[in-house]
């Protein structure tokens, strides 16, 4: 699903990565970083959907948080998380394998 939108999108992220990411310390809550993550969810999802996923996942990323490993959804739904959810997903304890084209 890489539309137009969703690669300039992309691509506004990979330059967040490269020239405004650097100038501050790491202090990510989550795995993969929240930018790395919204890689992932526009290569998977496409602009609309990846972009919500991605809002929603810098929504959870507050210090009152634990963080911890937080893949993007195989399927989407905005409510994965949720164990009352079709989409649901268990945490993983180990991050999964990278997609080909995000390596």
């Known amino acids: 699903m890489?539309?137009?939108?969703?690669?300039?999108?992309?691509?506004?992220?990979?330059?967040?990565?490269?020239?405004?990411?650097?100038?501050?310390?790491?202090?990510?809550?989550?795995?993969?970083?929240?930018?790395?993550?919204?890689l992932t969810a526009l290569k998977r999802f496409g602009a609309l959907r990846g972009t919500i996923l991605?809002?929603?996942?810098?929504?959870?990323?507050?210090?009152?948080?634990?963080g911890g490993i937080d893949d993007v959804p195989q399927r989407f739904s905005i409510f994965y998380r949720f164990s009352w959810s079709k989409a649901h997903e268990e945490a993983r304890l180990t991050p999964m394998a990278p997609d080909k084209e995000t390596a």
């Open 2 to 38: 890489s539309g137009l939108a969703s690669r300039a999108l992309q691509s506004a992220v990979r330059w967040y990565q490269r020239h405004i990411s650097p100038l501050s310390p790491p202090r990510c809550r989550y795995y993969p970083t929240c930018s790395q993550y919204a």
């Open 54 to 66: 991605a809002i929603l996942r810098l929504l959870r990323c507050t210090p009152f948080n634990n």
